[in-house]
C-alpha cells in the first residue's frame, strides 16, 4: 500500500464527483453507484488508488469498507497504476486450443513482462483473460477497446508495437476512437 | 429440413444495421407498437408463454411462466435486469446481436417490460465487450432522442428507462441472483433461493432477469405468432410431462478446431455433427474430431461417437451432458490430450469461483492443482479418483453449493473421466512410469508459471 497523499489534494475531481452524483436518479440505492464509480475513476486514473475509496465512500454514503470489499471481490481493479494499454490475451478454451498461450508468453517475453506486469515504460499492462467472448476470432486480444483477432505467433511483434504506438497515442491524448 | 429463414440475424449483414433507420427499415419497433396499441401486458404474458419460448441464456427456463412469476398485486416498482454478461467459455453470439444490431434487443427489451409493468430496465454488460457497450448507449440514445423510451414513450404513456451497467471481468455475474447483487454495488454472491427474484430481486423488488437472445427472440413472436415460432425446433416429448420443448431459432455459436468459426442461427435441434460439417466447414485441417463441449465448457464433452445429438435443451442430457448451456460448440480435434482439456476447463473454474461456497471454492482449486499435477507428470492413478470424487460432490445436484457454477465446473471433469478414462490412465502411466500406482499423498506441486493466477 502506497503511503497516503496529502489530505489536501482528493483523488476526486469535482467533475468526477458531479459525475457519480448524475448517476444518483437512475438506482434506488446509493450502493448501487458503486462499480460505475469505480470505474469512472478507473477509466481517468488506469487504477483506483486506496485514497480514493473514502472519497467515494464519502459521495454514496457509504462505510470505506464496503466499498474496498466489492472492489476487491472483482480483480479487475488495481489499486497500483496500470499502463495507458490493458491488454488481456484470452486463455480460455477455444482460443487455448489455437495457440493462446504460447501467444500470451510470447507476449510475455516480447514485453519482458510476466503475466498482470506493466512494462518498464509504463506503456502496458498485460494480464491473460478468461473467456473474452472473442472465440469465433480465437486466438484473440483486447487492448483497450481494440481486439486483435486470430493472432499468430508471427504477428506478436508487430501487434506490440501496436500496442505501444496505441499508448503513446493515450498518453498524449491523440488516441483515435475505435468506433 | 424446409429451408430457414433467420430471423435473429437477418439484419447483421447490412451497413450500419446497429443504427435506428437500417433497423426501422426492416420493420423494427412495429412489434412494440403493435403491443401498445392492441395488447394488455397479461396478453403479452400468455402470448410469450404459448410460443414456448426458453431462456437462452443456459438454464433454459419457460420465459413466459418466469415473467408470470411477478405478484399481481404489488405496488412495484417491478425491475428487469439483462443478462448480457455471457462469459461462458465458447459463448459469443450475444455480442454478435449487441454489436450488429443492438435495436433489435432494445425492443425486446421495452416489449419484456411492458409484459411485466417494469419501467426500469438495467442492462448489465460485461466489461470486456467495448463495442457492444457503445452501440448499445448509443441505440438508446438514439431511442430518447425519438421519443421510444423516456416517460411516455411512442406517446402512449408507456415509461421505460433503460441504465446500461457494466461489470468488471466476473464470470459469476452470469448467475441471476450474482448479478442482481453486482448491480446492487456488492460482491456477485449468489443468494439461496427462495426467494426467486421474481417475488424478491433487484432492490428487494419484483424482478425478472432475461438474457439478451430470450429478449431478441420476443418481437419475432409479437410479429409473426406462436405457429411460427412452434414450427421450428423439436415439440415437447409427450411421454414426459415436465418436457417444454424446444422451439424457435437459435443462435449457435462454433470455435475451436473448426474451418469457420462463427455464429450460426438455425432452428433449435440441429445435430453436432451437421453443425460442425455443413455450417462449420468440417473439423480443421483435414482432421478427425474427438470431442465437442455442446453447450458452452460447462456443459461437459460430447464423444466423437457421439457428435448425432441434437441440439436441443433435452439432446445433450441424453448423451451424458449437463444440458444445451449456451448452445456454444467448440470442437477438439483428435491432437487434443483430454489432461490439456480439463486442465483449461479446471482453471477457468477455480479462477471463477467466487469463494462465496466452501465445496465450490476448495474444490476447484484442488481439481486444477491435481490436473496441473498429472499435466507436469506427477499423476498417480489414484488422483482420477480424487478428481470423481470432486466432480461427485461440489454443486448444486449433490446439495452443497448455492448456484449452478460447480455443477458447470464438475461436469467436464465426469464427462472427461468417464469418456476418456482410458486417455487419463495411459498418460499418467506413460508420463509418472515410477510413480503412478502411488497412493499415499504426495506434496502438492507449486503451481506456477503462466498458469499462475
Not at chain 1, 155 to 170: F, T
Amino acid at each position: 500500500m502506497t503511503t497516503a497523499t496529502a489530505p489536501t489534494t482528493p483523488v476526486l475531481t469535482p467533475e468526477m464527483v458531479a459525475a457519480i452524483q448524475a448517476l444518483f436518479p437512475r438506482y434506488p440505492t446509493r450502493q448501487a453507484i458503486t462499480l460505475p464509480a469505480l470505474h469512472m475513476v478507473n477509466a481517468k486514473l488506469r487504477h483506483v488508488p486506496m485514497a480514493a475509496i473514502p472519497e467515494i465512500a464519502k459521495v454514496l454514503e457509504l462505510s470505506p469498507a464496503q466499498i474496498y470489499d466489492t472492489m476487491t471481490f472483482y480483480g479487475f481493479f488495481k489499486t497500483e497504476q496500470g499502463g495507458y494499454v490493458r491488454a488481456w490475451v484470452c486463455r480460455s478454451i477455444s482460443c487455448a486450443l489455437r495457440g493462446a498461450e504460447e501467444v500470451l508468453e510470447k507476449m510475455c517475453d516480447t514485453l519482458h513482462v510476466h503475466p498482470g506486469g506493466t512494462t518498464d515504460d509504463g506503456k502496458i499492462t498485460l494480464e491473460f483473460g478468461e473467456c473474452l467472448g472473442l472465440c469465433d476470432f480465437a486466438p484473440a486480444v483486447l487492448a483497450n477497446e481494440q481486439v486483435y483477432k486470430s493472432v499468430s505467433l508471427d504477428q506478436v511483434d508487430e501487434i506490440c508495437a501496436l500496442m505501444k504506438v496505441q499508448a503513446e497515442q493515450q498518453a498524449n491524448g491523440t488516441a483515435i476512437p475505435t468506433l | 429440413m424446409a429451408e430457414f429463414e433467420p430471423v435473429l440475424t437477418a439484419n447483421i449483414h447490412k451497413p450500419d444495421s446497429h443504427t435506428l433507420p437500417v433497423y426501422e427499415a426492416g420493420g423494427g419497433y412495429q412489434a412494440i407498437r403493435k403491443v401498445l396499441g392492441e395488447m394488455s401486458p397479461v396478453q403479452v404474458v400468455d402470448l410469450v408463454k404459448a410460443s414456448g419460448l426458453r431462456g437462452r441464456g443456459g438454464a433454459g427456463f419457460p420465459c413466459g411462466l418466469k415473467w408470470s412469476f411477478l405478484p399481481q398485486n404489488h405496488p412495484g416498482p417491478f425491475y428487469m435486469c439483462i443478462n448480457a454478461d455471457e462469459s461462458e467459455p465458447g459463448t459469443f453470439n450475444n455480442r454478435i446481436l449487441m454489436e450488429l444490431d443492438p435495436h433489435q434487443v432494445i425492443e425486446g427489451i421495452m416489449i419484456g417490460c411492458y409484459a411485466t409493468k417494469a419501467t426500469t430496465a438495467y442492462l448489465y454488460l460485461r466489461y470486456e465487450y467495448p463495442t457492444a457497450y457503445r452501440r448499445l448507449q448509443q441505440a438508446i440514445d438514439e431511442c430518447y432522442a425519438k421519443g421510444y423510451l423516456g416517460d411516455n414513450a411512442f406517446g402512449k404513456g408507456f415509461a421505460l428507462n433503460i441504465y446500461m451497467h457494466r461489470g468488471a471481468a466476473a464470470y459469476i455475474c452470469g448467475e441471476e441472483t450474482g448479478l442482481i447483487e453486482s448491480l446492487e454495488g456488492k460482491r456477485a454472491w449468489p443468494r439461496i433461493k427462495p426467494p426467486f427474484p421474481a417475488i424478491e430481486g433487484a432492490f428487494k423488488k419484483p424482478t425478472v432477469v432475461n438474457n439478451i437472445e430470450t429478449l431478441a427472440c420476443v418481437p419475432h413472436i409479437v410479429n409473426r405468432g406462436v405457429d411460427w415460432f412452434k414450427s421450428m425446433g423439436i415439440p415437447a416429448d409427450p411421454n414426459n410431462p415436465r418436457d417444454p420443448g424446444s422451439y424457435g431459432p437459435k443462435l449457435y455459436c462454433i470455435s475451436g478446431h473448426i474451418e469457420k468459426p462463427g455464429c450460426y442461427e438455425m432452428p433449435l435441434g440441429v445435430t453436432c455433427r451437421e453443425l460442425v460439417e455443413r455450417y462449420g466447414g468440417g473439423v480443421w485441417k483435414g482432421r478427425k474430431g474427438k470431442a465437442a463441449i455442446p453447450g458452452g465448457i460447462s456443459m461437459g464433452l460430447l464423444s466423437e461417437p457421439e457428435w448425432d445429438t441434437k441440439l436441443d435443451f433435452a439432446g445433450p442430457g441424453k448423451a451424458g451432458c449437463l444440458g444445451l448451456g449456451t448452445a456454444a460448440v467448440v470442437v477438439l480435434d483428435e491432437t487434443v490430450s483430454i489432461v490439456d482439456f480439463l486442465h483449461n476447463s479446471c482453471r477457468f473454474f477455480a479462477h471463477e469461483s467466487c469463494g462465496q461456497c466452501t465445496p465450490c471454492r476448495e474444490g476447484t482449486s484442488w481439481s486444477e492443482r491435481i490436473l496441473y499435477r498429472i499435466k507436469q507428470g506427477k499423476g498417480r492413478l489414484k488422483d482420477l479418483d480424487l478428481l470423481a470424487t470432486i466432480g461427485d460432490s461440489i454443486g448444486i445436484m449433490p446439495g452443497t453449493t448455492i448456484c449452478g457454477l460447480a455443477d458447470g465446473a464438475a461436469w467436464p471433469i465426469k464427462n472427461a473421466l468417464k469418456k476418456f478414462r482410458g486417455e487419463f490412465e495411459d498418460y499418467i502411466k506413460r508420463t509418472n512410469p515410477t510413480g503412478y500406482a502411488n497412493s499415499q499423498p504426495v506434496e502438492a506441486l507449486e503451481v506456477i508459471g503462466l498458469g499462475a493466477h
